[in-house]
């Protein structure tokens, strides 16, 4: 549409559409429900309620720590608000100071690191299960998902550079994050690690791999096995801190072969792979130093400092993009406070008799406004509708301005000129005698 400069359409006083359609997909994901007898789901788990499957494939279960492992989306009992529970079933967890990791799990905080919550075992489900308890993100995909899998009407997204420099420094973070709090990442599967929004990537399913390996160490002492001596925890921390940098350059690889035809690279050494790519130099040197044994987390993240600032750049746009979308949502807000107030003190029937909304009526003009704002006609007496009128009048009635209005009743017998100020007296007086 081409309109000039001073001009506006109704959608600029919202949402922009595809925002407000994502935004609408995401809101009905979290209110989706299913009877718990349908799938033979438990009603409660511990104080966990309204079980709901979010995996692709209700009847299926995908193998995860080495068991059998199912995730929901529930609704907490103490705070009334949605989380994600993964289940893995038929865990051997015989005491409590198995779930110990969780505490400084918990303490973990990260943009891109899904929080932990709570971690208990539960025989809700007929077996020992292992429950954890994340944040939940309605219609998150995990990068295989997003990358390699065709969901509904959604192509798999292309993998670029861009999007590989993004993931690596977020990644970072995250790993960042994890080992000042003494732990390590173990394992950057991409089944684990999921897109929250558009190129927004968080580790998931943090705590489960140290409580499963904690049980399993256990496991093993009671079969007589001895727990190996010379390696303290806190060194086996620091090796493992160390190796997550290549874990991290290994799941860079697997991503960035994808973009290239490389026919069976089961054979050819990374270096091989990472040669033939068609990225950067600057990409694969970084890619070759992540797969060196003698790399180090501090070294990376020197070379990988330009493009931190590259991505914090990007992410600080599409903050002030959702700001400014925000504060017209915080408008129409108010309006709709205001209009339920106009509503609910006009025209109710109990108020027919009443004397003080006659014409003579000192509420009357609160009626009149109405048919202004609403019940617009031109000269030859056809409905008008401008939205814009109508928001404007809301606006200058929510802030109580100075300003006059000529209020004419319908066969043009009454006329009042009153101030936005006066007026919003009026609805805020016969509002609260309501009340």
Request: charged share 25%; aromatic share 10%.
């Amino acid at each position: 549409m081409n309109k000039r400069p001073n001009e506006r359409t109704v959608n600029d006083l919202f949402l922009s559409g595809n925002l407000r359609e994502y935004l609408q997909q995401k809101n009905e994901a979290s209110l989706r429900a299913i009877p718990n007898s349908q799938l033979n789901l438990p009603l409660h788990v511990g104080p966990y309620h309204s079980l709901y499957p979010v995996d692709k494939h209700f009847d299926k279960t995908d193998k995860s720590f080495g068991y059998l492992a199912t995730i929901f989306k529930c609704v907490s009992n103490l705070d009334g608000r949605l989380y994600c529970m993964r289940r893995l079933e038929g865990v051997p967890i015989t005491s409590g100071k198995f779930l110990e990791p969780i505490k400084k799990w918990k303490l973990v905080d990260s943009a891109n690191v899904v929080k932990v919550y709570d971690a208990f075992t539960s025989k809700a489900f007929g077996d020992l299960s292992l429950i954890t308890i994340y944040d939940y993100y309605p219609l998150s995909l995990n990068l295989m998902e997003t990358h390699f899998y065709r969901i509904g009407n959604k192509d798999p997204e292309l993998i670029t550079e861009a999007i590989l420099w993004s993931y690596i420094v977020q990644l970072t973070n995250a790993a960042m994050e994890i080992h000042n709090k003494g732990l390590f990442v173990g394992e950057f599967d991409p089944t684990k690690i999921i897109v929250t929004n558009k190129g927004r990537v968080r580790l998931s399913s943090c705590a489960i791999g140290d409580i499963v390996e904690a049980s399993k160490d256990h496991n093993q002492f009671q079969n007589g096995n001895q727990k190996v001596e010379g390696e303290t925890d806190g060194a086996k921390v620091i090796d493992e801190q160390k190796k997550d940098l290549e874990r991290l350059g290994g799941l860079v690889l697997n991503l960035s072969k994808s973009t290239t035809f490389i026919k069976d690279s089961s054979t050819i050494k990374p270096m091989e792979i990472i040669d033939r790519l068609t990225f950067s130099d600057e990409f694969k040197k970084i890619l070759r130093y992540c797969l060196t044994p003698d790399s180090t987390w501090k070294h990376f993240q020197e070379l990988l400092a330009p493009h931190i600032l590259e991505v914090a750049n990007g992410f600080e746009n599409s903050a002030d993009y959702m700001e400014s979308s925000l504060l017209t949502e915080v408008e129409n807000a108010r309006l709709v406070r205001l209009l339920c107030k106009l509503d609910v003190i006009s025209e109710r029937p109990e108020f027919i008799k009443d004397g003080s909304w006659s014409e003579t009526g000192e509420r009357y003009p609160i009626k009149l406004f109405k048919d202004y704002v609403f019940h617009q006609v031109d000269e030859a007496g056809n409905s008008v509708v401008d939205l814009t009128h109508i928001v404007n009048c809301l606006n200058k009635l929510d802030s109580g301005v100075d300003e006059n209005v000529l209020l004419v009743s319908p066969d043009e017998m009454t006329c009042l000129v009153m101030s936005y100020k006066r007026l919003k007296e009026l609805v805020e007086s016969s509002f609260r005698s309501l009340s």
